[in-house]
């Protein structure tokens, strides 16, 4: 495809890459475990699991899934867990079989596990103990038929598996009581599986390999429908792009985002799986002082994770102590990465975190900046190997370079279409393959996009369009502040101004010290004309700032 905005990639990376090199996720996960089959894969809990004992226990597990559950090919499976070795097993043990993956986030309410399984149509479950009286709650109205249940110990070597089982369950009381009588444990499926001979089910690249279902902050949640060609796509594109740093390193990612949000799937858990480097899963990120102390056990090499992760670590006095010798990778995506906080990174790690931009139906890398970046550039990059970006307008009319409109991507990583939902796929994807992100941006002379917000997150101020981003990150250049979130209010006299809810560093932060900071950097209509102090802000799951529940909690109450 044709990118005359760019007279070349970034060195060593293909403007095009090949998809045919895997028929699908399995095939991936076939050739690296056989390649790499004494490294370390996964780590958790201080217990290393290899390529091959990973191999050994998806074959288990999709025996099972296949002889003794009796699943049909594209049946679909839940997982809901956090970040354990069972996770990836999980995973690709469902892949093998065939299956679809079923991602759910384990901190679902009943209403909303009961939404993502009726949706899906999920024949089975793989579900840590600790959310199974969620599932209790819900199950007899889905069509989940088995339910296989780990704890949080299962993979580990005794004692540790024993002792950490025990104080998750009887000393911090993180069961809550349960009964499902149709469940299986997972130790127990695994041990059934272990029967049957097996080899991975082949699939194609026109096979669902997940329904990863969109966050659901703008409405109902939406699950995107992700082939193996988009997945296998996307794992190519990323390895194109940071084959020039990685190389033939081995060493360990830091994994904190959790497994079943489709960038640290991608990026960490399938991406790094094609360069030997093994996952050093971390189960509770919010914990930053463990996650720290976690940190300070492991020597790696890599990082991925969104900016308000990236915040808290340079926020615990320990981070800066850590040895940053061998760090040569940290990618910042999910949500926009604050300049300030960019810069600080850099100052600690002596690495440049790296932008990247993407969504989950474009499964999900579309844009990322050149891993030898020297330093934070405020973009969210270039449009990776194989993909195109345009800037549209409201009537899907193309705008030309430097213009702010909606950023459109196309490419074989972009999803097929929200399942079972043809009107809202209409409503995003055109004819000629080009995806409507919901972001405001522009792209420059140079091919980097750089965007500027989400569509519904745009506040209009006396005919004036005003850009949360741009006011969080100017905001967090406080020293004072820890975190902000900026949305808009109703104003007799303007239509709209602007709100920043702050959260602390300084206790002695006062709305004049902000008002001040902001008139001296901001245009008069971007200046916060309200500023509450809050103990803290509404996030999703992965950290991203939830705006619309600053709205109903601060606008609308």
Known sequence: MSKPWLASYPPGVPEEISIDEFSSVADIFDQCTKKYADFPMYSNFGKDISYRQTEEYTSRLGAYLKNDLGLEHGARVAVMMPNLLQNPVAIFGILRAGLVVVNTNPLYTARELKHQLNDSGAEA?????????????VIDDTPVKHVIITRMGDLLDFPKAAIINLVVKHVKKMVPAFDLPQAVSFKTALKQGAKHAFETIPTGHDDIAFLQYTGGTTGVSKGAVLTNKNMVANVQQATAWVNSTVGDLKHTIITALPLYHIFSLTANCLTFMRFGWKNHLITNPRDMKGFVKELQKTEFAGMTGVNTLFNGLLNQPEFRNLDFTKFVIALGGGMAVQRAVAQRWKEVTGTTLVEAYGLTETSPAACMNPMNLEAFNGKIGLPISSTEVSIQDDEWNMLELGENGEICIRGPQVMQ??????????????????????????????????????????????????????????????EGVLEVGVIGAPDDRCGETVMAVVVKKDPGLTEEDLIKHCRDGLTNYKVPKHIIFADDLPKTNVGKILRRELRDKYVHA
């Open 125 to 137: 479950i793989i579900i840590v103990e600790n959310f199974a009286s969620v599932l209790q709650e």
């Open 417 to 478: 279409g929200y399942w079972k939902r043809p009107k809202e796929t209409a409503n995003v994807l055109s004819a000629d393959g080009w995806l409507h992100t919901g972001d405001i941006g522009f792209m420059d002379e140079k091919g980097f996009v750089q965007i500027v917000d989400r569509k519904k997150d745009m506040i209009l101020v006396s005919g004036f369009n005003v850009f949360p981003n741009e006011v969080e990150g100017f905001i967090a250049e406080h």
